[in-house]
């Protein structure tokens, strides 16, 4: 299926990767396992898009969101040496969350801050559990396909160093 070979040309292989086919570095964000995968993945990074957006303007965030990707799979290569393939955007959408939050916070009253910091230990709770194994069945991954939790971390950590930055830009 054609489809199915151009998913294949751009996804996260590591091995061809280290080959030279760096492109594989932005690409794999744009291919998913499903169509279920893709949108979940897609409305959260627009959803949190749309609360940083304001913030950071249109030029700002696509440069974001242009040099965080090869960000994210580099940090596969270095900290997830067993993860051999790779489909999503949900490392860029965890990153932006986070940075959504932190250019919330500035603004936020006392009772919004509490309801940040909460959301925040829910989605390192997320990270933690993935980790450890534990994954939500939503995303209609193939039984095959396992969550490569390290991209959520990556992700997050990009994004607070991203709203930790931003205050002083």
Do not use: N
């Amino acid at each position: 299926m054609p489809f199915d070979a151009a998913s294949e040309l751009l996804e996260y292989d590591r091995h061809a990767i280290l080959a030279g086919e760096v492109w594989r570095l932005w690409s794999c964000h744009l291919v998913h396992y499903s169509a279920q995968h893709a949108l979940i993945d897609f409305a959260t990074a627009a959803a949190a898009g749309a609360v940083a957006l304001p913030a950071l303007g249109w030029r700002r965030l696509c440069l974001i969101l242009a040099l965080t990707a090869p960000l994210i799979a580099t940090g596969l290569l270095l900290l997830a040496p067993d993860c051999l393939y790779y489909r999503g955007a949900s490392g860029l959408a965890v990153l932006l969350v986070v940075l959504a939050a932190g250019t919330l916070w500035p603004r936020a009253c006392p009772r919004a801050r509490v309801a940040l910091v909460l959301l925040g230990a829910a989605l390192a709770a997320k990270i933690a559990a993935e980790a450890l194994g534990y994954a939500a069945g939503w995303s209609d991954l193939p039984s095959d396909v396992v969550v490569v939790w390290q991209s959520h971390l990556i992700g997050a950590i990009l994004g607070a160093i991203l709203a930790a930055v931003k205050k002083y830009c």
